[in-house]
C-alpha cells in the first residue's frame, strides 16, 4: 500500500474514532438532542451509546467514513452557502432548513 493510502486509512480511523467518541458524548450528556444533531434514530442512538470501549476502537479501524454528510441536496447546499442574511441570521436559517429537512424525512420512514 502506498505512503498516501495509508495516511489516508489513518486519517479516516481517526476520524471515525472522533466521531463515535462525540456520539457517546452528545448521547450521554442529552439523548434527545443527540439523536437529533446526529440525525440517529432511537435504536441506532441506544447502540452507539452502549457501545463498550473495545467495540469502538474496533468499529472505528473501518476503512470506511462511519459518519456521512447529510448535506447532499444541491439546492440546500447553496441556499446554506448564500449570504442571504448579513450573516446575523444564518445560523437560525441554517437551523430551521435542516430541521424542516428532518421533519420531512421522519414522515416518510412512517
Known sequence: ????????????????LSYLLLAQRLLRENFSAGMYRLG??????????????????????SNMLLCAFRLNDYELLSTLTQDVLGGVLQQAHTTILLSQRAIAAADESM
Open 40 to 61: 440517529f434514530d432511537q435504536d441506532v442512538a441506544e447502540t452507539v451509546l452502549n457501545l463498550s470501549p473495545a467495540q469502538v476502537l474496533k468499529l472505528s479501524a
Open 1 to 16: 500500500m502506498p505512503v498516501s493510502d495509508n495516511s489516508l486509512l489513518s486519517d479516516i480511523q481517526e476520524v471515525n
